[in-house]
């Protein structure tokens, strides 16, 4: 067996009958991992093989002595280094925080330990979270595995890289308007954002906390909810998370795809007249599967344009707030301060440990929320945030999902963007809305242009996470972009 | 000599401690962090580590409703928490997470009342709003402020559960300040969610102005005497500005208790510009009339009714009345008494003048005391029966509070009024030998007579009946006047 | 005509306690109005007013928390040990008189 590239639900199958082939397939990873990392630049911190050994070598025992099933034993994940893991360096790619090391786990990761996943590193980013394609990352910009000069997207470019080029059984990303959908779709990879409030967001470092969802990220379907059966779940430490009953959403994948139910399918028209033609032609033909069974309809989506600014608003506003908290004193960047005042030691800590895009939109978030401006800004795209959340709840009455290409561009050369960054802005425009509404979203591969990868946009309603898996599986059966690595 | 009579008027800003709550407000880490070695008492959140996130302690929304309703507030439905920014080294996120009286905000009460009397009369303040909020960390410093190279954070305090009460500025006086915040204490003392003794659990700013002139903001006055006394000194500061032509500058000002003046406080050098929004880690919490209705239920007797009934079922006026049940446990220990003793005006003025200050005077814990109702009812019983004189209360009292010693037993080791008429003769008599230039003074002067009297006293150790005992110096002095 | 200038910048400078170098600022100054222009689309939605600003996605009332002691005292100040300076176990800050 390959163990490089061998899908999760496999692996988990293979461990259960013969759970010490775990140590063999730590080792075949890490030997992937030394022979391309260099050329990849997925992670940030990758644990010493040692330590991941010891610690398989310890499930193993606990796996002999305990009678509870380990949903994810021995499997390999690469967890977004904005997500905190006690114990294990958590920079959200800013020297800010280069030797911050969390005192706890966040819950998805306490989550994980307990299924028996091991986490092997933490992964490449834009600085918090805020860019579309890991290049504001203060260490280095990680590369797409299938274009070397190209990005492989982002926020979660690490993620979304190291499973494209099999550093990874598995991933966490975070998604605050399109951060694990962009880079899943750049990589030809699967990534999911789930409804807003269905994962816990405890131990996520925040950049805009009403918009951020942390997200599995996978080579094909099952992983994904497998994945997220595991991290999903209402959590107390966290007011924001949802008590609903959630269901087994791998079960109910099957259950629909077995049942092949035909649903009403919306066509985002203006977001697929706004992309780019080789784009829109792959991303149709995905859209042609679907539409050979279920309903297919063509949808307006209003005021797409306005959604980036409304969201960036209140993305920098949030994110301005989120990070007032960064002065070296209780973590982070430090300074010889001795006989300085405050004010003039947070300054400049927060100018050196800040990237110029970060300070930018910490900068602007300030703007948008302060006297005279609060009400011009930021209570106006509020108003257009309920407005735009009533016209989805309208549209959704009518269909079950709505697609579109996942992002409008073909992935961007490295150093592309960082020209333009309004330009980076408004190819958000196809992802943003499920983050303003809360909505679930997924991005599956559907096909390759030149070589690149292109992904298909599949939005639901609140909860509806199993639609959207089922789709998925539905476009992955057909047309077999699964479990795909690049040829590093 | 005043010429103009300044209209003062005082605004209140008062931050409240929830001291009986276990745990924090937004964690779970133990609240009693006072006297702990600095940062034991701290988790993720109360430190503002990336990543972490507020949940809300109810108990603590109940003792805010609490407040609310014996405040008389007007609840809202919505209670909408918001992030005040401001940059500061015992501000773990940099922002603190408070309400905001403004478009869309919701205090969790608003539009109250607080009654006091003063000066023989009722008076209203009212209340504008009641915030729950968290306390930031504590600052200290290598030797002063000013000369230390850096500062030293404990964070135990981070994250403590904090009631902002703000008044209209309705006083008048300092006086009146002091009367609405021993009426304010009281009730928050009846309503058993904080112990206002503790230390920094009780901080007051206060805002004046003058002749409606601008205001002047005092802040963090930790005790009701130093607001009395800022707010004296301050009136007096700005009306003599006033008399010299001058105009009072709005400002931010801090009372320096040692030296007795107010003095201007730094000022920021960065803009203080709050950007409130409402915190998007909190959705709004909405307040409804069951829970309301759980939480009356548990208000136990609040000071206007305890006053009202003290009124009418001991008969008491209200300037009595107010005095008990203004200090709790005076109140306590008279209804515990009243129910063996039913002179109440008499026990009512014991209680409120003598007995409490003794209890002041030796710094008694009145949590703790050894004197039992039980003490003061056979003291005053013995009084009524004529067995001992009011002298001999008075000085019997401070042996009664202090050891809780029997007056029973006090009286059969022979503490009685010495009433025989013959005793006291033969003593007065020993007296006026003893001291011949005192009766010659006595002669010239009838004032002088009271030495006399007094060297009885002594030699009966106060248990000679003081109008006997001036009949017979009196009878006696006559007598010499006579023979001589 | 869109304001941006220097004092705008001087203004966010302030507010957000961090400075932007000489070159930062050219770069900003270009982008700055670009992203005004982009905000100001919002304002230019019709009937933006008649709604209510939505400030949480999910209709949900807070979920409240019992009163009840979870964290042990942190004797070793593990929380702050590996992350920030400590001085007799306070946590060491710049001085706060300016």
Known sequence: MDFVSAPMYKLVEVFENDPNLVVEYINKLYDRISSIEDKIKAYITLRRLNDIISEAENLLKIRKKSCKKMRLFGIAIAVKDNISTKGIRTTCASRMLENYVPPFDATVITKLKDEGAIIIGKTNMDEFAMGSTTETSAFYPSRNPWDSTRSPGGSSGGSAAALAAGEATVALGSDTGGSIRNPAAFTATFGLKPTYGLVSRYGLIAYASSLDQIGPMARNSDDLALLLNVIAGYDSKDSTSIDIAVPDFYKSMYDLFYKEPRLRIGIAKELFEESDELVKKTAYQAVDTLCSYHECNEVSIPYAKQSVAAYYIIAMAEASSNLARYDGVRYGLKVDFENKSWIDVYRDIRTMGYGYEVKKRVALGAYVLSMGYWDMYYLRALKFRRMLKEEFNRIFHQYNVIVSPTMPILPPKLGEFLEDPIKMYYADVNTITANLIGAPAISAPAGFVNGLPVGLQIMARYFDEITILYLSKFIEESIKLRDLIAPV | ????????????????????????????????????????????????????????????????????????????????????????????????????????????????????????????????????????????????????????????RSGIALLEIVTEPDMESPKEAKAFLEKLIAILEYLNITDTSLEGAFRVDAN?????????????????????????????????????????????????????????????????????????????????????????????????????????????????????????????????????????????????????????????????????????????????????????????????????????????????????????????????????????DALENPKALNFIVGMVMKKTRGRADPSKTVEIIKKLLEEYKTRS | MVYTSNDVIDRIERLALISFNDEERRKLLKELEKIIEMFNTVNMVEELDQWEPLYHVHDISLSLRDDNEVEEVDDERTMLRDNAILVNGYVKAPKTVT
């Open chain 2, 208 to 440: 004046i102005s003058i002749a409606g002139g601008s205001r002047v903001e005092i802040k963090n006055i930790g005790s009701i005497k130093e607001v009395e006394k800022a707010l004296t000194y301050e009136i007096i500061r700005q009306k003599r500005i006033v008399e010299l032509g001058g105009e009072v500058r709005r400002d931010t000002r801090h009372w320096d208790s040692s030296k007795g003046v107010t003095i201007p406080m730094r000022s920021k050098e960065y803009e203080e510009d709050y950007r409130y929004f409402p915190d998007p880690d909190l959705p709004p919490l909405i307040v409804t009339k069951e829970f309301i209705e759980l939480v009356a239920k548990k208000v136990p007797e609040l000071p206007d009714e305890r006053i009202e009934r003290f009124m009418k079922q001991y008969k008491l006026d209200e300037y009595r009345a107010s005095v008990l049940v203004l200090i709790k446990w005076l109140a306590d220990f008279f209804e515990e008494t009243a129910k063996m003793y039913n002179n109440y005006k008499k026990l009512a003025d014991l209680l409120i003048t003598d007995f409490l200050r003794w209890i002041k005077e030796f710094e008694l814990d009145p949590r703790n005391l050894k004197v039992q109702p039980i003490h003061i009812v056979k003291l005053l019983q013995y009084l009524d029966k004529g067995v001992i004189s009011i002298k001999m209360v008075k000085e019997l009292l401070p042996k009664i509070i202090k050891e809780g010693v029997d007056v029973e037993k006090m009286v059969q080791e022979g503490y009685t009024k010495i009433d025989e008429e013959t005793l006291i003769e033969n003593i007065v008599r020993e007296v006026m030998k003893e001291n011949p230039k005192a009766v010659t």
């Open chain 2, 1 to 156: 000599m005043d010429l103009i009579k300044p209209e003062v008027k005082i605004g209140l800003e008062i931050h409240v401690q929830l001291t009986a709550l276990k745990t924090k407000l937004f964690c779970s880490t133990p609240a009693d962090y006072r006297s702990r070695e600095p940062n034991t008492h701290v988790c993720p959140v109360c430190l503002g580590l990336p990543g972490t996130l507020p949940v809300l302690n109810r108990k603590a929304v109940e003792y805010a409703v609490a407040v609310a309703l014996a405040l008389n507030c007007e609840m809202n439905e919505k209670l909408i928490f918001v992030r005040k920014h401001y940059f500061y080294p015992d501000l773990p996120k940099n922002y603190q997470i408070s309400q905001y009286d403004g478009v869309g905000f919701t205090s969790i009460a608003k539009n109250g009342y607080v009654r006091i009397y003063i000066d023989g009369r009722s008076k209203i303040i009212r209340i504008r709003r009641i915030n729950i909020e968290e306390d930031p960390g504590k600052i200290q410093y290598i030797g002063s402020i000013e000369t230390s190279p850096y500062s030293l954070i404990d964070y135990n």
